[in-house]
């Protein structure tokens, strides 16, 4: 997800070294000038390529990292119904991981060493994992209103000049809908129901707005995007995109019947867009920087389950290897 | 972290019958069976295809993206191969 991505350093991205060469870079230049794509072997910028291993694994890294919350209550999903829906949104972020992951290594760097900068903490994922999913709602209003923001963010990236990215987004995006129909459609049964579970959504959506809306990340005179911009990877600005989903939202949160935590938020009709409050930008920096609420749990679930599969991706190494002598013994 | 990482293999399906098989994406998984099942799960969750050809990425042998000009700009200035070289008679320029 996340153009947070984009405005959020981490540490040095490896992969192979590449002579800089006026002649090639005039070609690569002329390409994206011209809307065309680069392709994993063309010849390209060492910081062309720093960039997107950069933004491809922190973006897989939060498609990973964001299965946690919401399969915190998959074991506690009301019905067997949503049970089902759920089991699939989370395994499609599975799969969002690791097409991305895929892409990334198409630059020159091995998904254990992406993984490794996602363990040991050096390399960032979205911020907004580091809540924590409370209650039910929380189920849907992470589908409606963190996919909703995702969606947004992701739906430029299609058309991104690296080729192997771009498709991957194609991929995610086409999935995307569903997530956020189904929080929506869960939130809307909830707010057919009694009081207190109207107001667990109202709870839920005021503690997730603002979260939500950091997702575009820092404003735009805070963050410096000319060379991603100039490269054709990122085609829209942070600011443009969070005011194309708060017009959206606000509409849909008439609809469901709830409001969002923001007294400052009316329609402009001068500019035609809504105006909204100031963004907590501590809460966010802090978040960024490791002090949220769950980031050392959602870290220390990840190093878990990577540190307890550990003998069987030994074990399959093994069988696979032992397997391949068989066959070549009998031949 | 020790790093013995399971071989890339690229992922191909056929979306259904009557379509070539179409590069997807990548997995990484100890064996061929593996592969099959892992490209299963993560590229066709919807019925995305009918049919999986996994190959070892490190099987792959690719033209050199520095050929590009010897290997297909020799066909640019070929512009007979091509129906739209030929201008006919109006009453029988659709064939
Ligand atoms: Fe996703
Ligand atoms: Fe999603």
Redesign the pocket.
């Known amino acids: 997800m996340y153009t947070q991505s984009l405005s959020i350093p981490d540490g040095e991205a490896r992969g192979p070294k590449k002579v800089e060469n006026p002649a090639y870079q005039a070609e690569f230049d002329a390409k994206i000038a011209a809307g065309g794509f680069i392709e994993a072997k063309d010849w390209m910028p060492e910081a062309y390529r720093k960039t997107l291993i950069r933004q491809i694994s922190q973006h897989a890294h939060s498609e990973i990292v964001?299965m946690l919350p919401e399969g915190n209550w998959i074991t506690r999903a009301p019905s067997l119904k949503r049970k089902a829906i759920l089991l699939a949104?989370v395994q499609?972020?599975g799969g969002?991981g690791l097409y991305l992951y895929a892409a990334a290594e198409t630059l020159g760097v091995s998904r254990d060493e992406l993984y490794e900068a996602l363990l040991s903490g050096k390399a960032k994922y979205s911020s907004i994992f580091n809540y924590p999913t409370l209650n039910w709602a929380d189920i849907g209003v992470i589908g409606w209103l963190v996919?909703g923001a995702?969606i947004m963010n992701q739906i430029p990236l299609c058309k991104c000049s690296y080729g192997p990215y771009s498709r991957a987004m194609v991929r995610i995006c086409k999935?995307?809908s569903f997530?956020q129909r189904q929080g929506y459609d869960l939130l809307l049964a909830m707010m057919r129901g009694t009081p207190e579970q109207r107001d667990m959504v109202q709870d839920a959506v005021n503690r997730w707005w603002w979260p939500s809306i950091m997702m575009f990340g820092p404003h735009d005179k805070d963050s410096v995007h000319t060379e991603t911009t100039r490269w054709g990877i990122k085609r829209i600005s942070n600011d443009d995109l969070r005011q194309k989903f708060v017009d959206a939202t606000v509409k849909q949160a008439e609809v469901l019947g709830v409001s969002l935590p923001d007294p400052d938020l009316k329609w402009n009709a001068e500019r035609g867009h809504y105006d909204f409050g100031a963004i907590d930008w501590d809460e966010f920096w802090n978040v960024v920087q490791g002090h949220g609420q769950c980031n050392v749990d959602r870290l220390a679930a990840r190093v878990k389950a990577w540190e307890d599969g550990a003998w069987v991706r030994e074990a399959a190494l093994e069988h696979a290897r032992k397997r391949a002598v068989r066959e070549k013994d009998a031949a | 972290m020790e790093r013995k990482e399971w071989p890339l293999w690229e992922v191909f399906v056929r979306s259904r019958n009557g379509l070539d098989h179409k590069h997807c994406g990548s997995v990484h998984a100890p064996d061929a069976k593996l592969a099959l099942q892992v490209a299963r799960d993560v590229y066709t969750r919807r019925q995305e295809g009918v049919s999986i050809w996994v190959v070892k990425a490190s099987d792959i042998v690719a033209s050199d993206p520095d050929a590009k000009p010897e290997l297909f700009d020799p066909a640019e200035d070929k512009i007979y191969r091509h129906p739209t070289f030929y201008t006919l008679p109006e009453e029988v320029d659709h064939m």
């Open positions: 964001g949104k499609d972020e969002h996919d995702a999935e995307e997530h």
